[in-house]
Every structure is written in structure tokens, then in C-alpha cells.
């Protein structure tokens, strides 16, 4: 390490660091650049976004008005647009004063890397000259990293990935735009001096502008108000003729079939035998475009009483309702349709042929038969083991004798007695096995016997010999462990012995 | 900045460092290639293992000079050496090695340790995987720690210690596969794959003429580990330790790093080893290319070799023959080098 070798390392590395950030000033303005232009295209979509929102909101104001007849002053939408905008602003700001920020210098390192190919030089010696420490290899790295950053002068760096948010911001501001034009064209209707609080309909006809959808004052011989039209009787039995002629649904009346039995159908559509009594019943009250529309929960009611009613057993108003058309041919023709007073002669409709009641069976579909499961055993095992599936336990090879009766399976009582199969059949006790137990699969491998006589391998013999005597000193041996105060008394007495016992040379023995 | 500059004197020592690890890994390099004809990035792979004290797993089909290789850098380095052939019947002992009755002179016995082949500077374990889990898992501590343990004493092994395994990929009959904790201690796992054909003219022409080359000794055991030293000198900058992190992490299922085809096919991501195992190869290659500090482009040159075999493919991955290779090259292209991007 050379930091803590000499103060002026630390002085240096600062120096290169320096060096490195100046470097690196041009990749960060540029960087800051990207990411300035950025956050405005940012700010710009986001106000085109909120300026489509606050068209969009007095726009439905101003049909919400329109419709409820509520008074629609001008002036209420504009402020609406006017107080989104101005809580828009602090946001704006935020975002713009954010790419005004400097952009960090690491990352603009990084970037001036990846785009001049340096392999993190530049980016290294940044990150390594911030340390406390610097070795030989830091100090290396660091100078080459301000080297690498001299040549790279003239190289932008990878900018950040932006999504164009062009189309965003126009797309915003043409959909604004476009509701606020919408909403300029509902205006005269809402906010014209003479506007008032009746309601839109009303006001509407008054004014000869026709509803949309609604019957023109040509087709309806009596505009009345929607309210004044419907009777709560009506409501409740909801007549045929208030059903609209394009949805075809029609109610018979109580009396009729003692059931409140409900027919669908256009025209051209009949969907059962009441639906046909019913047609008959409205085709005197009234013109088709005079029929009510009957109120939603009403509706949702009737449809689900339809798709419970289908398997009812046919009464008798749906017989003589089939039976009908026999006789009259144009009955047959207006009864198949003939639901909430249309118009329109069932024949011209493509599907009027195709139209049945509820209560006709359906045709068989050769389809819907009923097929059994056909499992194979193959299937069932996922056809891996094909030759399990003959395998059947063995015959009993049960030698006792039993008495007589019906058959070998083991079921039924005593079995009848066992033909003797060979001569190991009559030795009783022994098992025959007379079979394999499965062998699912040989293998791959195979195992093959070959003879070969036997051959003496070529190879020097070694004769046996005598082990040399032993040569060299005698190994150590290993010192008896004697405690030091006896070290001493042993010491004599050993001394004494071996002087006893040692052979005199000259034959005498020492004493 | 002057000559006297500490600075610049540390980048001179930096620049005489460098060049003498190139010096002796091109040295190794032509001797083993003296022997062994192509296969470079094997040598690479097993030189790089030796230097970042690491092991390394080689696999490839018969014949195609992984234990020639092995036993070619165990003849160019003055280290102990010593081969274990793995047979099913092979048993802990027999490598770790095991205490024996021995007669003492002048009566009496005493246990001695007898150690085994393991207790050695460089292993070749061939065919590693023919060996009991029993057998594989007494490597386990010797390639994590450098210790045996045996009859109640801890005993060091050698340094530099060096296990280089081979197995081979396709006659799985008989064989034990590798257990996860064994493999995650393989720095590496080195696919050995055909030469090419100017290479097989080669290695004809050596191996049937008059004489077999044989490799000389070039470096030695200090040498080695003064080498090791200097390899981890090499700095490591923030982005790309935080670039082999996330790249490390985005071979784990789950993670935030990882792309679809992990999430979907893998089952068991890379450990922590990976992560070291990058940055230590980073620096080898590093090194190897006279730089002076890891870059992003050393870690991805080092992610295959290092991070295929941490990768346990799930069921769905074996059905669909995803390699773990793919997945480690999924993992590269997820992970951006910036390190500012996707945290």
C-alpha cells in the first residue's frame, strides 16, 4: 500500500481525481442535456394528459347537465379545467426542475465507458481515487482510467432510453381538444338564456330538436312525458305494446294461461305460443315505435325468467298456441313473430325458420350422444408396460384335495380336484414354479461366457532369495521414563550389575 | 506528477507485478502446450484455477487429454502430485488415509496416521463421479478448508492445493452424480470438447512418433502462491462487483434479476461461491490482459465456466433440454452493465 508510505499520495489521487472529474464535465453536460429535454417532453405529456382529462370532465358535465336538466352554466367547466391545471403546476415544476439537476457523475462515467468501449476504465479509476486507500494496483488503475479518459474526449456517452412521448402529448391534446368541441356543440341546449330546469326530453321537443333514438313528432301522433305514458299497472304487466319492436318482448296477459308465462322475440321471432297471443292482443293497441321501453330490472327479470322457464311442461294455451298455425296460415307466419306489436312480418327475417319455441325439442345433434368412456388399459398406463396387461395370476398349483364343485378361480366354495401336472406333482409339498414372474424388460445389456483356454503371459520370473542381513546401526531405543530423584539409584544400580555380569578378559571376575 | 510521485511508483510496481504473472502463465502455457495440442481454453480454465486457489471439474468424452492435460501441469509445476482413480469400491479412507497399527521397537504398538493420496499438492481425481457420495463427500472438507480431519485431529493439507476432477458426460451407467454441496466447490467446470482438424494432425503426429514430449518444470510452489498473491491485489470497482452480485442473482429463481426463462426452468440458482468465483476470475483474465483492475466484460467471460454447474434445472428445464449453459446466457443478457440501471 502506498497510501500510508507518503502524505503526498493522498494529494496525488485527489489530483487525479480531479483530473478525472473535469474529464468528465463534457459526458455530464451532455447527459444533463438528454435528461433536461426529457423531463420538458415529460411535463409537456403530462399536461397534454391532464388538459384531455379536464375536456373530457366537462364533458361529461355538461351531458350530465343536458340530461338531468340541471342548469349548465358555462362558466363551472371552465373552472374545472382551470383548477386542474393549476394543481398541475407543482408538479410540472418538480419534474422540469428535475432534469435541470447535475446529472451524477458515476453514472455519466459508466455511460462514457459503455460508449467508448473501455472496459469500466473510466468509471474504475473514478470509483477507486474516492477510496481511502490506494495500492500499486489502484494507483495503476487510476492513471490508466485518467489516460483512457483523455482519448475518449470527443465520444458521447450512452444516453438513458426515453420513450418519445410525442404522440402521448398530441394524442392528448387532439382528444382534448375534440371534447371540448363536443361539449361547445351541447352548449347552446344547456347554456342558452331560455334554458330551465325542465327536463331534456321535454324541453327538447319544445324546442323541435328530436332525441336521439327517440319517435318524431311525424311518426308519434302524441308526445307525452315518459312518466304520464307509463301506468304503475302498466309497469307491473308491462302490455306488448310498450316492448320495443327491434327486442321483440311480450308478456301475455294473466287471464290467459293463469301463468305469467313471458315470450322473447323479434320480429319474426316468436318464441313461444303466448308470445303468438300476445302479438295478436298489440297488433291492435299500437304502432310498433311507440313502444316503451320497459325498465331494466324488469327486463333482467323477464330474461331470467325465460332461461328458468324452458323445461316447464307445455299447458295448454302453448298447445292450442301450436296448434294454431294450421289453420291459419298467416297466423302461423305472424304468431312466429308476432311478439310486442311488430311491424315487420316474421317471413322477412332470415331467422324466422329457424325460430322455434321453447318447448319444441331440440334436434338431436348426432354430437351430443352419449359415448362412453373408452379407456384402454394401454392409455391407463400411459402405454409403457404393454405386456402387463396379459398377466394374470397363475393357475393354483395347490396340490390338496378338495371336494367337488364349479370351477378353479377361487371363488365359489371348494374347488374340484387338481389334475397332477408331471411327475413333481405327485412329490406333494414341492413348488413347481412353471413360470416367470415378470420380466418387463431384458435390458440392453448382455452377458456372454466365452471359453479361452488359458496362456502364460510373457514376463522375467523371480527367484526366490535369501534377505539380506541387516546393515547399519541399531535403531534407537526408546528411553525408559524414570522419575529424576530415582534417575540416579538406577544409574549405580544398572552399573553395578553390568560390572558383576560383564566377562572378565583374562578369565577372573571382578568382585 | 514526477517519477517520484508514490503514485506512479505504485503503478510501476502494479505494471512489474503484472507482467510477471503473464510472464509465468505464458511460460506454463507453452510447456503444457508442449504436450497438449489446442484446447486452450481448458488450459486457460485449469491455469486460472491454479492461481485463484480454486479446483476445477473437467468433463468431456474419452480421449480427449483431460488427465494428460492435468498430469502435463502437475509435471511443469514443482508440487507434489498424485492421482486418484474413482472406482465404485473406493472409500474415504483410502484417499484421506487412516490410522494404522504399527509395532514399535522394543514391544509394544501404537496408531500412526497413514495418509492417504489426498494429502498431496495437486490432485487428479479421475472420473470422480465412478466414486460412492460416501467417498465424493471426504473431498468435501479438503477442497473448502485444506484440512483432513481423522481420528479426532484436524490435520492441514499442502499449499497450494489443487483438486482437478474429471468425469465424463456420457457413460452415466454405474456412475454417482455429484452432489450440489460438491460441485459449488468447483471453482470451475471446464467443457472439454474435439480439437479441430488441423489440431488432430497434431496431436498424431506427437503421440505416434519415436518419442513422447514431456514437460519440464517452470515454476515452482512459491512461485505459485506469491502469484495468488498478486491476483488478489487486483481492485475490484463498485459497478462491477455490483454487476457480478446481480448477475450471480439472476441465475436464482425469483429473484428480481432474473429473466423468464430462469424463473421457469430453474429450480436451485447459483450460491454465494458463484459471486467470488466471478470476481476472482475476473481477475485473473484481468491480469491476463495487462489491466489493472476487473471490468464488467471479465466477469461475463468468466460466467460460464463458473456459474454452469451452480445451475439446477427443474424438471420443465430437463423435459425441454435446456442447457445450463442457456441459462447462464439468459442471465447475462438480462443484466445490465450499469449500475444504475434496473436497482
Known amino acids: ?511 | 506528477m514526477t517519477e517520484s510521485d508514490p503514485l506512479l511508483q505504485g503503478a510501476a510496481a502494479a505494471h512489474e507485478k503484472s507482467r510477471q504473472f503473464r510472464d509465468v502463465i505464458q511460460r506454463l502455457r507453452d510447456e503444457i502446450h508442449r504436450v497438449v495440442v489446442g484446447q486452450d481454453a481448458v488450459v486457460d480454465g485449469v491455469l486460472a484455477a491454479l492461481f485463484c486457489d480454486g479446483h476445477a471439474l473437467l468433463e468431456g468424452v474419452p480421449g480427449l487429454a483431460k488427465t494428460l492435460l492435468v498430469h502435463t501441469l502437475a509435471d511443469a509445476l514443482e508440487l507434489e502430485f498424485s492421482r486418484i482413480q474413482f472406482t465404485p469400491d473406493l472409500m474415504p479412507a483410502d484417499i484421506v488415509g487412516t490410522m494404522v497399527l504399527h509395532e514399535v521397537k522394543g514391544g509394544g504398538h501404537e496408531l500412526r496416521f497413514e495418509q492417504g493420496p489426498l494429502v498431496a499438492n495437486f490432485i487428479l481425481a479421475d472420473e470422480i463421479n465412478r466414486a460412492t457420495p460416501k467417498t465424493q463427500s471426504a473431498l468435501l472438507e479438503a477442497m473448502q478448508e485444506r484440512t483432513i480431519s481423522v481420528a479426532r485431529q484436524t490435520r492441514p493439507l499442502p499449499r497450494p492445493f489443487v483438486v482437478l476432477a474429471t468425469q465424463n458426460p456420457i457413460e452415466q451407467e454405474g456412475t454417482y452424480p455429484l452432489p450440489e454441496a460438491q460441485l459449488d466447490r468447483f471453482l470451475l467446470k471446464l467443457l472439454v470438447d474435439y480439437p479441430a482438424e488441423e489440431e488432430y494432425r497434431e496431436i498424431l503426429a506427437r503421440t505416434t512418433g519415436e518419442e513422447m514430449p514431456a514437460a519440464r518444470r517452470v515454476a515452482s510452489a512459491e512461485e505459485i502462491l506469491a502469484l495468488r498473491r498478486i491476483l488478489r491485489q487486483v481492485p475490484v470497482s463498485t459497478q462491477v462487483e455490483t454487476y457480478a452480485i446481480r448477475l450471480m442473482m439472476a441465475t436464482q429463481p425469483g429473484s428480481p434479476y432474473a429473466p423468464g426463462i430462469v424463473t421457469e426452468h430453474v429450480s436451485l440458482g447459483s450460491s454465494p461461491r458463484g459471486a467470488q468465483g466471478l470476481l476472482l476470475m475476473g481477475k485473473f483474465h484481468a491480469l491476463c490482459d495487462g489491466r489493472f483492475a476487473v471490468a464488467c466484460e471479465d466477469v461475463r467471460r468468466a460466467a460460464p465456466d463458473v456459474l454452469r454447474h451452480r445451475v439446477l434445472l427443474n424438471f420443465q428445464g430437463q423435459a425441454r433440454r435446456i442447457r445450463p449453459d442457456d441459462i447462464v446466457a439468459a442471465a447475462v443478457e438480462a443484466v445490465p452493465e450499469l449500475s444504475t440501471v434496473g436497482s
Open chain 1, 1 to 511: 500500500m502506498i497510501g500510508p508510505e507518503v502524505g503526498s499520495s493522498d494529494r496525488l489521487v485527489r489530483e487525479a481525481r480531479l483530473r478525472l472529474r473535469n474529464g468528465l464535465r463534457a459526458a455530464c453536460r451532455v447527459l444533463s442535456e438528454g435528461r433536461a429535454a426529457d423531463a420538458r417532453a415529460r411535463a409537456l405529456r403530462s399536461g397534454a394528459r391532464l388538459f384531455c382529462a379536464g375536456a373530457v370532465l366537462y364533458l361529461a358535465w355538461r351531458a350530465v347537465a343536458l340530461a338531468a336538466g340541471l342548469p349548465a352554466g358555462p362558466g363551472v367547466g371552465w373552472a374545472l379545467l382551470v383548477a386542474l391545471l393549476v394543481a398541475a403546476v407543482p408538479a410540472l415544476v418538480r419534474m422540469y426542475l428535475a432534469g435541470r439537476r447535475p446529472f451524477p457523475l458515476a453514472e455519466a462515467a459508466e455511460r462514457l465507458d459503455l460508449a467508448a468501449g473501455n472496459l469500466n476504465r473510466i468509471a474504475t479509476a473514478l470509483d477507486l481515487s474516492a477510496r481511502a486507500e490506494a495500492g500499486p494496483f489502484e494507483a495503476a488503475a487510476i492513471l490508466d482510467g485518467v489516460a483512457v479518459l483523455g482519448e475518449a474526449r470527443g465520444v458521447e456517452p450512452v444516453l438513458p432510453e426515453r420513450n418519445p412521448p410525442i404522440l402521448g402529448t398530441v394524442g392528448g391534446i387532439y382528444a382534448g381538444v375534440l371534447c371540448l368541441v363536443v361539449a361547445a356543440l351541447l352548449a347552446p341546449a344547456a347554456g342558452s338564456p331560455g334554458a330551465s330546469d325542465e327536463p331534456g326530453p321535454a324541453r327538447a321537443t319544445r324546442l323541435g330538436v328530436h332525441p336521439p333514438g327517440g319517435p318524431s313528432p311525424a311518426e308519434s301522433p302524441a308526445v307525452q312525458p315518459l312518466e304520464a305514458r307509463r301506468e304503475p299497472a302498466d309497469i307491473d304487466t308491462a302490455s306488448p305494446s310498450e316492448t320495443p319492436p327491434t327486442e321483440g318482448r311480450a308478456r301475455s296477459a294473466p287471464g290467459a294461461t293463469g301463468n305469467r308465462v313471458q315470450a322473447t322475440g323479434r320480429p319474426g321471432r316468436g318464441k313461444s305460443g303466448e308470445a303468438r297471443e300476445a302479438r295478436q292482443t298489440s297488433v291492435s293497441r299500437g304502432d310498433p315505435t311507440e313502444g316503451g321501453t320497459p325498465p331494466a330490472d324488469e327486463s333482467r327479470k323477464r330474461a331470467g325468467a325465460q332461461k328458468k322457464e324452458p323445461k316447464k311442461p307445455p299447458t295448454g294455451a302453448r298447445r292450442i298456441g301450436k296448434r294454431q298455425p294450421e289453420g291459419d296460415p298467416l297466423g302461423a307466419t305472424v304468431g312466429q313473430g308476432g311478439s310486442g306489436g311488430g311491424a315487420m312480418r316474421p317471413v322477412e327475417s332470415p331467422w324466422a325458420q329457424q325460430d322455434r319455441t321453447g318447448d319444441e325439442p331440440l334436434p338431436e345433434n348426432p354430437a351430443d350422444e352419449d359415448v362412453e368412456d373408452e379407456i384402454s388399459e394401454d392409455e391407463a398406463r400411459g402405454g409403457t408396460q404393454p405386456s402387463l396387461r396379459d398377466r394374470r395370476a397363475a393357475t393354483s398349483r395347490d396340490l390338496s384335495i378338495s371336494g367337488p364343485g364349479e370351477g378353479g378361480e377361487g371363488r365359489g366354495g371348494p374347488t374340484p380336484p387338481k389334475k397332477a401336472r408331471g411327475t413333481a406333482a405327485l412329490v406333494l409339498g414341492v413348488p413347481v414354479p412353471d413360470f416367470v414372474r415378470g420380466l418387463l424388460n431384458p435390458g440392453t445389456t448382455k452377458v456372454t461366457h466365452e471359453r479361452v483356454e488359458p496362456v502364460t503371459s510373457p514376463g522375467n520370473t523371480h527367484e526366490p532369495a535369501a534377505a539380506a542381513a541387516r546393515r547399519g546401526p541399531e535403531p534407537d531405543v526408546h528411553p525408559v521414563r524414570i522419575p529424576p530423584a530415582l534417575r540416579e539409584a538406577v544409574r549405580r544400580y544398572f552399573k553395578a550389575l553390568h560390572a558383576r555380569a560383564a566377562p572378565v578378559p583374562g578369565g577372573s571376575s571382578t568382585p
